[in-house]
């Protein structure tokens, strides 16, 4: 697995445990970040900016430090 893809992985997981609404979330998270996550996968090759622009973006709406 990439590390773009295990970093979704992580704020999916962060937008579960708080309850959030997935699809609210990750739309608004993939209009910050300037990708959207849904397109992400375990083949996705790994892209220092896009995981740069996660972190900003989810960092930013969720209200907490990720952990990538």
Do not use: C, H
């Not at 997981?13 to 997935?22: A, N, P």
């Not at 996705?44 to 973006?57: E, N, W």
């Amino acid at each position: 697995m990439g590390q773009l893809y295990q970093a979704v992985s992580a704020v999916e997981q962060v937008i579960s445990r708080k309850g959030l609404d997935d699809f609210k979330t990750k739309g608004l998270i993939s209009m910050k970040a300037g990708f959207f996550l849904s397109i992400v996968n375990s083949t996705t090759p790994d892209d220092t900016q896009k995981i740069g622009s996660l972190r900003s973006a989810a960092e930013e709406v969720l209200g907490e430090k990720m952990p990538f």
